[in-house]
């Protein structure tokens, strides 16, 4: 067998646990052959010989899911801050993302991917244009996603609406599989208020008839629910209920203003959410009721939206935020607690995006991250699992293994140059801000 052997570290179990263990990944399956103390892996790999990765000093936890985002606009990063979301939108990203070329998408998409590696996050769940180009930089960079092109019919003829609902459906057909089986895929209208009534039904009914899922943004804004019960005499996701949107593939992000029949829905349904505590507090949408929708028995997973209204890629800082916005919206402190959201950065996001992953056990994928504890920040180590929620950041992981490959090995990237990413970006996006103003 083509092994990796990780060594040394303590390892998070699925239970919650943390145990001193080895873990043994076969190469050519992608998964997880075994866990446990040296011998038993010994035993179980059947004394094969192995690259190691070292993780003394370490915990290996699961590859972190970024369950919703739009990768590529790392290049939009600090380029308009301080507003709420429809202005922010209308005025500021809507016509950069007009002058986007597919190479800029490309090149945004892989300094995403190379600030997810660093920060140990192995999947992701994006909804953006130039897909083809997104799933390029998703290929090189040995990344795991859930890909979809955004379609948004407001200010558009019919014939360009139909269109763009066409393109979503083709790209969710053509790129389902993409990257060695790394890359799936779903139909991903904007939102229920940015996507006319006629082309969600006909999208979503094309959708239901490929197996494809769904994603979208929902309940965000009071801004988007109130004119949907105003015009509608019912509230979001009913209206998802009754356009058939609300399958238990299908997985939300935001989910700020729903109500508890709407939770009750969600939930009965099997549709997920993905919380986005920055970018909601950023654009000052709301606080998600993360309590009460995971007690109802909703699958929730974190995101971090956009570089935009974030303003990185970091789990870590999700989970932070999560738990301290949980506490806020809750008024308790005992809420959304550290092993709550370092659930809903793993197993939570790999469920609600239905990949492989999200777990440290013998036949899961292999997508795990080792995260350094040897710091000052995360000196004395009482409980390695409130570090992960409180304490730790992106730039402690070490290693970053997905699908059984690894990378990046002692906090060095092996699948991209980082410098020349990090320069075709800047070039892009300061040539991108230059077509824009001269627009
Ligand atoms: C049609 S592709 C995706 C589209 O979504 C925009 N976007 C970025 N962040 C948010 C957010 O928090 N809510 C709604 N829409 C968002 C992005 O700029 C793209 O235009
Ligand atoms: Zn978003």
Not at 16 to 30: L, N, S, Y
Not at 252 to 277: K, N
Request: hydrophobic share 45%.
């Amino acid at each position: 067998m083509n092994h990796l052997r990780v060594t040394g570290g303590r390892v998070l179990r699925p239970d919650g646990h943390v145990e001193r263990a080895d873990v043994a990944v076969d190469r050519d399956e992608g998964t997880i052959r075994a866990v446990g103390s040296p011998s038993e892996v010994d035993e179980a790999v059947g004394g094969a010989a192995a690259e190691t990765l070292d993780a003394d000093g370490g915990l290996v936890i699961p590859g972190l899911v970024n369950a919703h985002t739009h990768v590529a606009m790392t290049l939009l990063r600090g380029y308009a801050d301080d507003k709420p979301l429809d202005p922010w939108l209308r005025e500021d990203i809507w016509p950069a993302e007009g002058e986007l070329t597919p190479d800029d998408v490309e090149a945004g998409a892989e300094l995403g991917a190379l600030e997810m590696i660093r920060s140990g996050t192995t999947a992701f769940a994006d909804m953006y244009f130039a897909m083809d180009r997104v799933a390029e930089a998703v290929d090189h960079a040995g990344l795991r996603a859930r890909l979809g092109h955004g379609v948004v019919t407001v200010g558009k003829d019919d014939a360009d609406a139909r269109a763009d609902v066409e393109e979503s459906l083709a790209v969710a057909r053509e790129l389902d599989g993409a990257a060695d089986g790394r890359i799936r895929t779903a139909f991903m209208p904007h939102s229920l208020t940015t996507v006319g009534e006629e082309f969600l039904r006909e999208g979503v009914a094309e959708a239901r008839e490929a197996g494809v899922p769904i994603h979208l943004h929902a309940n965000e804004t009071t801004d988007e629910v109130d004119p949907i019960v105003d015009e509608r005499g019912e509230r979001p996701i009913a209206y998802a209920d009754d356009l058939d949107a609300l399958g238990p593939d299908d997985f939300f992000a935001h989910g700020v203003h729903v109500d508890d029949s709407e939770i009750d829905r969600l939930a009965e349904a099997g549709t997920a959410v993905v919380h986005c505590p920055a970018s909601n507090m950023k654009l000052a949408s709301g606080m998600a009721p993360v309590r009460r929708l995971r007690e109802a028995g909703v699958t929730v997973a974190l995101g971090t939206d956009g570089a935009a209204s974030n303003n990185d890629l970091d789990v870590f800082d999700e989970m932070r935020d999560a738990a301290m916005l949980g506490k806020l919206a809750a008024d308790d402190a005992s809420a959304v607690p550290a092993a709550a959201v370092v659930e809903m950065a793993t197993r939570g996001g790999a469920d609600a995006l239905n990949l492989p992953g999200g777990r440290i056990e013998a036949g899961a994928a292999a997508d795990l991250a080792v995260v350094d504890l040897d710091a000052p920040h995360l000196t004395p180590v009482h409980d390695p699992v409130s570090h992960l929620a409180y304490a730790a950041r992106g730039s402690d992981v070490r290693h970053t293994v997905c699908d059984g490959r690894v990378l990046m090995r002692d906090r060095e990237v092996l699948t991209l140059d980082a410098e020349a990413v990090q320069e075709r970006a800047a070039t892009a996006a300061s040539d991108l801000v230059e077509r824009v103003e001269s627009a």
